[in-house]
Nanobody, 121 residues
Framework: QVQLQESGPGLVKRSQTLSLTCTVSGGSITTNLYYWSWIRQPPGKGLEWMGT???????YYSPSFKSRTSISRDTSKNQFTLQLSSVTPEDTAVYYC?????????????WGQGTQVTVSS
């Protein structure tokens, strides 16, 4: 059974770049037809899909985040990473990584437990 674990700083200063890593166990991030996503949930709001890296390494980004987001992977470590630049307090959220068979993770996805990120002003 695949497991996903987010890691990264819990507190980031305004204008800095947030970097989060998702470590995957129980399955390879290069396995055909799986997509690996970053999703966040700001306080009091719904889930926001940020972007996805496919098993092939192709990336997809939400238009809302495309200008500030980069997703990459390290296949030797079975990890994929989110970088979000120029953060503001509005980027405070719980950040999740997920695996699904679609570009945008749905209800059938496997999720990490989430990590709280707070952006200080």
């Amino acid at each position: 059974q695949v497991q996903l674990q987010e890691s990264g700083p819990g507190l980031v200063k305004r204008s800095q770049t947030l970097s989060l890593t998702c470590t995957v166990s129980g399955g390879s991030i290069t396995t055909n037809l799986y997509y690996w996503s970053w999703i966040r949930q700001p306080p009091g709001k719904g889930l926001e899909w940020m972007g996805t890296i496919a098993y092939s390494g192709v990336t997809y980004y939400s238009p809302s985040f495309k200008s500030r987001t980069s997703i990459s992977r390290d296949t030797s470590k079975n990890q994929f990473t989110l970088q979000l630049s120029s953060v503001t307090p509005e980027d405070t959220a719980v950040y999740y990584c997920a695996r699904d068979k679609t570009v945008v993770a749905g209800t059938g996805a496997d999720w990490g437990q989430g990590t709280q990120v707070t952006v200080s002003s």
